[in-house]
């Protein structure tokens, strides 16, 4: 097996940020900023809009947090939303997924402005990506390629499965690995999928993004192919600390006796995903900037 640790993709990623946004402001441009909308209080996800402010403020971008209570109104977001799409010392818009019962997810994501859409969630966005036009590519997908260009796996004329059709994963990824320049073939997967194993059995790339554990293991796959673990899991454990541990979608352990390069959990794809918020944030700031 080998390990496709993404520590050393998601430093390069944000070292490489770094020296551009050192550049813009240098030019006489006000720092990107980002404002970040969090609703309730999931563990999961304050974990991960910490991890976001930590990386704006060693950046030096501006960071506007903003949160609600579980049982917000959806008017009372929608109206912060429309405020922060008129301001003008606001580049880049997220809301922090997924969202308390009682507000529509695709109706918050739809009143972003495409422009400030740094996760590349909207429908406008997303269709720019379809048809091959500059965008904001979702921010785990966009960090699979940077994770396949950083340990130089060639996708042209490849066979890549995609396990998992979600809008944030599956069906975007799928999208840019069939782009000119990209060139995969590629076949999309899905819990109906009647036999798994024989779409992926003979696959170049699979990556696997379904959110259960244990979707594949080792026989899924030739010995010299490369598989992108996406999903991350919370197992509960009474030996660890916290009272569990993470998990991927793949049987990480099965593959240690294989040429298959593999991406770990933890340790992997989630790494990547804050450092490409941040390249999206300043490619905001840019484009704003004229």
């Known amino acids: 097996m080998i390990r496709l640790g993404c520590k050393s993709v998601a430093e390069n990623v944000m070292e490489k940020v770094a020296k551009e946004t050192e550049l813009f402001i240098s030019e006489g441009n006000r720092a990107p900023s980002l404002a970040v909308v969090l609703v309730g209080s999931d563990p999961a996800s304050m974990t991960y809009v910490r991890k976001k402010k930590e990386a704006c403020e060693k950046l030096g971008f501006l960071h506007f947090q903003y949160n609600f209570d579980e049982d917000a109104a959806e008017g009372d977001v929608l109206a912060l939303l429309d405020e922060l799409n008129e301001r003008d010392d606001v580049d880049g818009i997220l809301v922090q997924l997924p969202l308390p019962e009682g507000i529509n997810e695709r109706k918050i994501i739809e009143h972003i402005n495409p422009e400030k859409d740094v996760d ?7 269709g720019r990506l379809l048809i091959g036009e ?19 796996v060639d996708t042209a004329g490849k066979k890549v499965v995609v396990i998992g059709r979600s809008n944030i994963v599956g069906k975007p990824m799928a999208a840019l690995l069939m782009q000119k320049g990209l060139d995969a073939t590629v076949t999309v997967c899905n819990t109906k999928t009647p036999d798994l194993r024989k779409e992926t059995e003979d696959a170049d790339i699979v990556i696997v993004a379904t959110g259960h554990p244990d979707t594949i293991d080792s026989s899924y796959v030739k010995n010299d ?53 941040m390249m999206n944030t300043l490619e905001a700031a840019k484009r704003r900037r004229g």
């Open 134 to 152: 500059d965008c904001f590519v979702p921010c785990t997908p966009k960090g699979i390629l940077e994770i396949l260009r950083y340990f130089s």
């Open 120 to 126: 590349g969630f909207s429908p406008i966005n997303i």
């Open 225 to 277: 192919a490369v598989v992108i673990d996406v999903g991350v899991n919370r197992i509960a454990d009474a030996s660890r600390e916290k009272g569990f541990r993470l998990t991927g979608d793949a049987d990480y352990a099965s593959f240690e006796n294989t040429d298959v390069k593999i991406t770990p959990v933890p340790g992997g794809v989630g790494l990547m995903t804050v450092s490409m918020l």
